[in-house]
């Protein structure tokens, strides 16, 4: 959807195999890249960093709240090859809203943060604006909810201080963060875990 709210004309469009291998070298970067770099320096003594699990997250609210970072450094990441690029996505929208109607009041974020673009008839793609997430999960929460659990919250290590006592881990009713190595700093759903029905 353009930004005046008319949809795009046929010859505008990008097809979704092509937005899914964009999505995927930018998931690319996002892991090899942007985290990578700093964890040289940041490192904990062990060569381990704090993430959080998303098979233990209960999505609480703390990780916006307990960092010492404002905003936190918990973001929402979004796994798109997971997603089912939904034209009702319960990760955008709230569950009782009105006419469908993209209005802030029947969105789920409450900083306006995800993204909504008209893929093709009838998918539609959802891009996080990490300046704009404060790591609240509430999206994540109906992610999981009710869709397939495509959006996860990750410590973005381009940002966290990695202390040596996190303060969100203190906290964390859920035991959810953990200590992973600083080479694979990042815990997403594998292929294995995804199943068979996975999108490619």
Excluded at 93 to 103: C, S, T
Excluded at 120 to 134: A, N, R, S, V
Aim: net charge positive; with cysteine; glycine share 8%.
């Amino acid at each position: 959807m353009s930004e005046d709210g008319k949809l795009k004309r046929p010859e505008q469009r990008i097809s979704r195999r092509q937005i899914l291998a964009e999505c995927l070298r930018g998931a690319g970067v996002l892991v090899m890249g942007g985290a990578l770099g700093s964890l040289v320096t940041r490192g904990h003594a062990d060569n381990t960093v704090w993430q959080i699990d998303p098979s233990k997250c209960v999505q609480c609210g703390k990780c916006a709240t307990d960092c010492v970072l404002n905003p936190s450094a918990v973001k929402c990441v979004h796994q798109y090859r997971v997603c089912g690029y939904c034209e009702l996505c319960f990760g955008y929208f709230v569950d009782q809203r009105a006419n469908d109607e993209e209005r802030a009041e029947n969105q789920r974020c409450p900083t306006n943060a995800i993204r909504r673009t008209f893929v093709e008839d009838p998918y539609f793609q959802y891009d996080i604006d990490e300046l704009k997430c404060i790591g609240c999960g509430i999206c994540v929460k109906g992610c999981k909810t009710f869709g397939n659990g495509s959006l996860v919250l990750q410590v973005r290590h381009d940002r966290c201080l990695n202390c040596n006592e996190c303060n969100i881990a203190q906290n964390c009713p859920a035991n959810a963060f953990v200590r992973v190595p600083a080479q694979t700093p990042y815990l997403l759903r594998t292929e294995q875990e995804e199943g068979p029905g996975a999108k490619q």
